[in-house]
């Protein structure tokens, strides 16, 4: 009677036991989230406050990754190095780039046009989450995957990615009608985040980092006096980078500084905080 109580015990837990998969950045937790809701576990592989160009993979993290079927990728830099060791330690995990349907541009190629500019190592810009119209290309990226792993559960994963979609165009419907009509078009951010974002807006991105370094005293004056004569009024700051560079342009220019964050968890509440506070630098 025993023995029969554990088997079943066991049986059970087998049965109820949730699929791990993994992403890089909390954002494609929601994305994933949104379409599996609880049928899977989700793993993030950068905490809150990281850097996804330097963050450093702890063992314990590699450890977790062993158990992973399928790790949504989605371009950020330390993946260049990471996803080939985490191949090393789980071969039998899948690998699935949600920015297999996104056009991407090199990093920097739709910001400004200052002369000293160039595409340090061609770099394709990662930060694809931030457009919602380019979300719903990597949604069904993730559907595409969730339902290979879990075809048993494929009518509900579509099902999901549906009203995702429909979610999606409605965020993106109240984005571009709020900044259809704003009078100033450029916006200062320390890090390129959102070029993507400014594509799909008819904005224009000026980003103070180059190349992933601290811009050389040409460069930031030559930002500086865009700066003046658009009379921009606010530089934006990501939590993720320096701040001293963005502080110092502030003071010059008589502009505040900004948090905003292009990795924070509730993606959609987020990405219309980042556009009202667009709105309000531009209007």
Not at 81 to 103: A, Q
Request: positive net charge; glycine residues 4%; contains cysteine.
């Amino acid at each position: 009677m025993k023995r029969a109580l554990i088997a079943a015990i066991i049986l059970c837990s087998a049965l109820l036991a949730k699929e791990r998969v993994a992403v890089s950045i909390l954002p494609q937790k929601f994305f994933v989230e949104k379409i599996a809701a609880d049928k899977v576990e989700v793993m993030v592989t950068i905490p809150p406050g990281a850097s996804p160009a330097s963050y450093n993979v702890k063992p314990s993290q590699l450890q977790k990754l062993k158990s992973v079927a399928i790790y949504f990728s989605t371009g950020v830099p330390f993946e260049r190095h990471w996803l080939k060791r985490f191949k090393s330690v789980n071969p039998s995990m899948k690998i699935v780039d949600c920015g297999k349907y996104v056009k991407k541009f090199p990093l920097l190629s739709h910001d400004h046009d200052h002369e000293d500019h160039h595409h340090e190592d061609n770099m394709q810009d990662p930060h694809i989450w931030l457009a919602p119209p380019l979300v719903i290309l990597q949604a069904r990226a993730i559907l595409e995957g969730l339902c290979e792993l879990d075809p048993e559960n494929a009518i509900f994963y579509r099902k999901n990615y549906r009203n995702f979609v429909k979610e999606l165009t409605e965020i993106d419907m109240r984005i571009f009608e709020r900044l259809q009509g704003i009078r100033l078009r450029s916006f200062i951010v320390y890090h390129p985040s959102f070029g993507y974002f400014a594509k799909v807006y008819g904005l224009k991105q000026i980003a103070i980092e180059k190349g992933g370094n601290t811009p050389p005293a040409k460069y930031l004056k030559n930002i500086l006096s865009e700066a003046k004569r658009l009379n921009i009024k606010t530089i934006f700051i990501e939590p993720q980078f320096s701040q001293k560079e963005a502080k110092f342009l502030a003071q010059k220019i008589g502009a505040a500084v900004r948090v905003i964050d292009p990795l924070a968890y509730e993606w959609d509440k987020n990405i219309l905080k980042i556009a009202e506070v667009i709105y309000e630098n531009g209007r």
